[in-house]
């Protein structure tokens, strides 16, 4: 037969759940405290880890530049504050990105386009310069990248040909490795010969050099050609590219009409642009669309 506590035994045991809740709860914020230490110590570990994929380098443009104008001063500043960025950005998006993508992600999702923005960038500095005094030529050379992992340097687009660093980010430190023996730099306005730098099985697209081939170009016309031949430059990248992209793709006549052709028919449309605009206040030059056509190098 249960017998009703007295008073202060209900009392005690209140005191006593209450002093086991402390506790509990003591328990549990002290696990807590330990495992968002752990966590500290395991995000250390993850920081160390994901900077594993290397860094990406870049020539430095501003040792390169020839003397500034003043009234292109602030311009040049901004321009290669915005290199720096652009580079920033791209080991913060080859962090991020680890163990994406395949053998090439880095090549095309990273460096890549980073190149491209490179080549932007030099190209509006070479332009600010040009507009009081000689235009620096020979600058996109230096918009070519390179990935530094575990001793294993890539050149993307490098005027050498070296393509090791494709693959860097994603583990296949074996990427091949191609010598182009290539002229020029695909993206150079200084001489677009055509050379994108893949240095793969697929080949290499090579074009005519037009800049080599133009008559004096007016004051007027000048940033309209700028454009126009960076355009060019920028075709010849989209296009070995594609022919990367494509390796096994269609029959023995795909890479003529699939990327040589479409090809040739851009360029046309640009150099005739270039001869127009030189029309405009000069004699128009002709026989430029003979340089349109590109050939496959293997």
Same mark, same amino acid.
């Given at each position: 037969? %249960? ?26 914020? *002290?696990?807590?405290?330990?495992? #968002? ?74 460096? #890549? ?19 009081? !005094? ?5 600058? +996109? ?15 993307? $687009? ?6 090791? #660093? ?7 430190? $074996? ?17 677009? !010969?055509?050379? *994108? ?14 800049? %080599? ?19 060019? +430059? ?42 127009? %605009? ?16 590109? !050939?496959?190098?293997?």
């Amino acid at each position: 037969m %249960s017998r009703a506590l007295p008073k202060y035994d209900k009392r005690r045991v209140a005191f006593i759940g209450g002093a086991a809740a402390v506790v509990l709860s003591g328990a549990v914020i *002290a696990g807590s405290a330990l495992a #968002g230490e752990t966590s500290g110590q395991g995000g250390a570990q993850n920081a160390r880890t994901l900077a594993s994929p290397g860094t990406i380098t870049c020539p430095d443009v501003r040792s390169q530049l020839p003397a500034v104008p003043a009234s292109a001063q602030a311009e040049i500043d901004r321009n290669l504050a915005l290199l720096d960025t652009q580079i920033q950005e791209a080991n913060k998006r080859l962090v991020d990105t680890i163990g994406q993508g395949g053998p090439d992600f880095v090549q095309n999702a990273i460096l #890549g386009p980073l190149k491209d923005k490179r080549v932007a960038t030099i190209n509006r500095m070479a332009t600010a310069i040009g507009r009081t !005094t000689a235009r620096p030529q020979g600058l +996109d050379a230096l918009a070519p990248c390179t990935l530094n992992q575990g001793g294993v340097t890539g050149t993307v $687009g490098g005027n050498d040909g070296n393509a090791a #660093g494709a693959a860097g980010a994603a583990g296949a430190a $074996g990427a091949a490795t191609g010598n182009n023996s290539n002229t020029g730099n695909a993206g150079n306005t200084g001489g677009n !010969t055509g050379n *994108a730098g893949t240095g793969t099985a697929a080949g290499t697209i090579t074009c005519p050099d037009v800049r %080599s081939q133009l008559p004096a170009v007016p004051a007027s016309a000048q940033a309209e050609i700028d454009r126009n031949l960076a355009l060019l +430059d920028t075709q010849i990248q989209e296009a070995n590219k594609r022919l990367v992209d494509t390796i096994g793709q269609g029959g023995p006549d795909f890479v003529q009409n699939a990327i040589l052709g479409p090809l040739k028919d851009k360029r046309v449309a640009t150099i005739d642009r270039i001869a127009i %605009s030189i029309g405009r206040t000069a004699a128009k030059p002709q026989g430029l669309d003979s340089l349109a056509a590109c !050939t496959l190098t293997k």
